[in-house]
């Protein structure tokens, strides 16, 4: 299996320079056809690392990852991982080639290769008008190496490196092939978050070099078994650092400037990966790193953590309550939906984690499927601005409307469907923090996140009365238009039956994972 785990970062890697080898008429008419046989077989092969982890195993060759600071129960217990690969890269740093899986990452794995396959399939039709395929899905592959890296990195170092991976190839991609009309706003939504993220990443990467001096190693499995404690000092500088260079990528008010634009000004492919997986690297680094390697000092910014998080919840709802484009509405929503999974993340319980691992997933899907239907609306308009539209939707394009107010009623945290479970869970951390944690905060802190679910849903609903109601014949512009073609349907199904199914089994993630 550790050689699978390779050639899933090796084959996106190597398939991208070979596109780019490639003369430029012949790699355009292929370019989206190997991008989709890649990006299946990794999809493919994901799947067999993900059966492999969660059949029984007689336990040889295993790692673990142990946190500190356990609540009432284990948290989160001991986590392990398949897949590994651990050989010496940089000696004189201690820097080690370390690559594994676990319960945790893989599903976002999982979750990588399938928004990458489905990109990959969209565009096999429907391409941005500056044309240029071949360099799109070669930089999207590029993108989805540097996301399965950062996923599956058991060393800091690496982990910053992969991390850095994904951002030029999506500065690109937003600088490129985003807005036709605005070629000034995209290139400065592109500066903008490139900027913001490598500040970002910097500030991260002096946490861990203050976690290796205390530690004397970059590795996560060392450092799970033995973290770095104190809740002061060095600790807490470093988990500052870290906190902060990990929310800016989440995005976490008030870091999440760079979102917006650069949703608004991306392309279709682009804003699906940039919220459907990029967003993800931060909340998982917290996870991954800050609590079980920094346990203490973790503890001591939980408060200050869940605060920030809080505010993004209610920020972004009121942020889209005043929004008129659609995919500026759909970006501040992130925001909040983000600041569910960090208030998870501060919970440090055993229901908090979980359900900020449970948001992670179902947000991955829903925006994923949000942003592929705003697209498609632009396609069809030439615009994402509601008052250029316009209303009537069920009218004029009834199945992009039925499947707009259904991915709409997901994210608002419809019963049934993904969005509900990870923020009931998410609450019901908040109702019960980690013992260290001051309970008291924690309460007032998740009834204002409850309210902000109240807004999550005004929002949404003024979104499907303002574009997907009213009378055709006064928006008859669109009338003429392709409803649903077959391209979007196959494209988009996945992600339709992987929410109804999470919403109604959402035991088949929460089995796997070991905090409740």
Not at 69 to 97: C, H, K, M, Q, S
Not at 186 to 200: I, K, N, P, Q, Y
Not at 285 to 312: K, Q
């Amino acid at each position: 299996m550790s050689t699978l785990l390779l050639v899933l970062l090796a084959v996106p890697a190597l398939t991208a320079i070979v596109l780019w080898c490639l003369p430029f008429s012949i790699g355009d008419r292929i370019a989206a056809l190997v991008g989709t046989v890649v990006s299946g077989l990794v999809l493919i092969g994901s799947a067999v690392l993900w059966w492999d982890l969660i059949r029984p195993r007689s336990g040889v060759g295993e790692v673990t990852f142990t946190a500190g600071t356990p609540p009432r129960r284990e948290l989160p217990g001991t986590i392990t991982t398949y897949a590994n690969t651990d050989v010496p890269w940089i000696p004189p740093l201690d820097v080690r080639f370390h690559v594994a899986v676990d319960k945790i990452s893989l599903p976002l794995i999982m979750l990588t290769a399938l928004l990458v396959l489905l990109c990959c399939v969209y565009s096999l039709r429907i391409t941005p008008k500056v044309g240029r395929t071949r360099s799109l899905i070669a930089l999207l592959l590029v993108i989805e190496t540097g996301v399965i890296g950062t996923f599956s990195a058991v060393d800091l170092v690496l982990f910053f490196l992969f991390f850095e991976v994904v951002l030029i190839p999506m500065w690109l991609v937003i600088d490129i092939w985003g807005d036709e009309h605005d070629r000034a706003g995209r290139r400065r939504a592109a500066t903008t978050f490139v900027l913001m993220t490598v500040l970002g990443s910097a500030v991260m990467l002096l946490g861990f070099l203050l976690v290796y001096r205390e530690a004397g190693t970059f590795d996560l499995a060392v450092l799970a078994q033995l973290p770095v404690t104190g809740g002061s000092g060095v600790p807490l500088a470093a988990a500052i650092l870290i906190a902060l260079g990990l929310a800016v990528k989440m995005p976490l008010w008030p870091l999440h400037i760079w979102l917006p634009d650069a949703h608004a000004k991306a392309p279709t492919v682009g804003s699906v990966l940039l919220a459907g997986v990029l967003l993800k690297l931060g909340s998982y680094g917290m996870i991954r790193i800050l609590v079980p390697v920094l346990p203490d000092a973790t503890a001591t910014i939980a408060p200050y953590l869940a605060g920030f998080s809080t505010v993004a919840i209610v920020a972004g709802s009121l942020a889209c309550l005043a929004q008129t484009d659609v995919k500026r509405l759909i970006a501040y929503s992130s925001v909040g939906h983000m600041g569910f999974i960090g208030l998870g993340i501060a919970t440090l319980s055993p229901e908090g984690l979980t359900g900020a691992l449970f948001a992670n997933i179902a947000h991955g899907v829903i925006t994923g499927l949000l942003f592929f239907l705003a697209g498609a609306i632009k396609d069809r308009h030439d615009t994402s601005d509601l008052r250029t539209i316009g209303r009537a939707l069920y009218a004029r394009l009834p199945r992009i409307g039925g499947l707009l107010t259904f991915a709409c009623l997901a994210s608002l945290g419809l019963p049934g469907l993904a969005g509900f479970w990870g923020e009931m869970l998410v609450l019901l951390g908040a109702y019960r923090p980690g013992d260290s944690l001051p309970r008291t905060t924690f309460l007032v802190l998740m009834v204002i996140a409850g309210l902000g679910t109240v807004l999550t849903a005004a929002y949404f609903l003024r979104l499907i009365r303002t574009l997907c109601q009213g009378d055709p014949a006064e928006h008859p512009a669109t009338a003429f238009a392709v409803d649903l073609s077959r391209i979007e349907l196959v494209t988009w199904a996945p992600l339709i039956v992987l929410t109804v199914v999470l919403g109604l089994c959402p035991w088949l993630l929460l089995n796997h994972w070991t905090f409740l």
